[in-house]
């Protein structure tokens, strides 16, 4: 195990599915801590019962990314934890809870491959 990312907390959102998966397992790898965030909340235990039996802490919160009240809580929650790093790979969110106030004419929300205002 490297420890780039030691005394570090990510923050993966879609962390059900394969992609989000694969980012858990390297930030584990390399010495991180998570919080592991989707709607899937069985998967979600899954991975954190493989993560920590390789000695990498992890914490589930399942949350809906396409609620902005949900991502609120979530961040809020997440800075609780201390994290240092967030990493978006859910389908869909919507980017002024989780990112505050954007600029004007920035993308305000994502849904598979389409972002749009």
Known sequence: MSA???????????????????????????????????????????????????????????TDVTDDGAVQSLVERASGLGMDIAVNNAGATHMPALLGDLPSGMPTGCSGSHCGG
């Open 4 to 62: 780039v990312l030691e005394g570090r907390t990510a923050l993966v959102l879609g962390a059900d599915g394969r992609l989000g998966n694969a980012i858990a397992r390297s930030v584990g790898r390399a010495g991180g801590r998570l919080i592991l965030a989707a709607r899937n909340v069985p998967r979600l235990e899954e991975l954190r019962g493989e993560l920590e039996s390789a000695g990498v802490e992890a914490f589930v919160m399942p």
